[in-house]
């Protein structure tokens, strides 16, 4: 499957974005899909993750700002994200997962070409 994501853009701090990753098939087997950032000058992290169950898993830093839903009808996995801060400037990307659990970037892939979000003080 590829993915590709959409919705980035600049924003003012405190302001609010929505992006979407659509994919090209059914999402319904893939055991996850998460979305990643990767800040310049930084390594990329997982920013959250939701798995075919609708389990989700949000990184600490912005667990009470962002929010990963799905919808398995569209083939889409979204990431709703609030309150936005200048750190969190980055390129976002999203990529399926081989398994429900890993939070490895190492065990996702069919990256997409990643959206840029820039959040401005």
């Known amino acids: 499957v590829q993915l590709q994501a959409s919705g980035g853009g600049l924003v003012q701090a405190g302001g609010s974005l929505r992006l979407s990753c659509a994919a090209s098939g059914s999402i319904l087997s893939i055991p996850a899909l998460g979305w990643f950032r990767q800040a310049p000058g930084k390594q990329r992290e997982l920013v959250a993750m939701?798995?075919?169950?609708?389990?989700?898993d949000v990184a600490d830093s912005v667990k009470d700002r962002f929010t990963i839903s799905r919808d398995n009808a569209k083939n889409t996995v979204y990431l709703e994200m609030n309150n936005l801060k200048p750190e969190d400037t980055a390129v976002y990307y999203c990529a399926t997962s081989r398994t429900s659990w890993s939070k490895n970037s190492a065990d996702f892939g069919s990256w997409g070409q990643g959206t840029l979000v820039t959040v401005s003080s």
């Open positions: 939701i798995t075919s169950r609708g389990t989700t």
